[in-house]
């Protein structure tokens, strides 16, 4: 089944989802590294993104490729749309990689424990 994410105007749907990922390190990084102990880069269509959560960092997500020379441990490509989907838990990671919809490079082990991470992605409620 296809499900087709809405962008305004061209919009990557991965900006704001991105966004909150970030945000969710200041209070949840430490956490997340002390589970995926390790380095992660998001290739998004033609975007790079990476998030640092090597042991002992409080986490951290830029764009690019990773600072100082530091190897990804695991580098995950992927449509906007589909990163999008797996977020918001429309897609399953692993029927996206089934799927050929998730290309996975690095540890399978570290691409295992990335639930919390997706998670920490999604929109926030209001109140």
Request: charged share 20%.
């Amino acid at each position: 089944m296809l499900i087709r994410v809405p962008t305004a105007g061209g919009a990557k749907a991965s900006g704001p989802l991105l966004k909150q990922l970030a945000k969710s390190l200041e209070t949840e990084g430490a956490q997340l590294a002390s589970k995926i102990k390790g380095v992660v880069v998001f290739k998004i269509d033609d975007a790079e993104w990476s998030l640092d959560l090597s042991e002992g960092s409080s986490g951290a997500l830029y764009e690019g490729p990773p600072r100082e020379g530091a190897k990804p441990d695991l580098t995950l490509t992927t449509s906007d749309a589909t990163f999008a989907q797996m977020v918001m838990g429309k897609v399953n990671p692993q029927t996206a990689f089934l799927t050929r919809k998730l290309k996975i490079n690095g540890s399978m082990g570290m691409a295992m424990k990335l639930a919390p991470v997706l998670e920490a992605a999604q929109p926030k409620a209001k109140m």
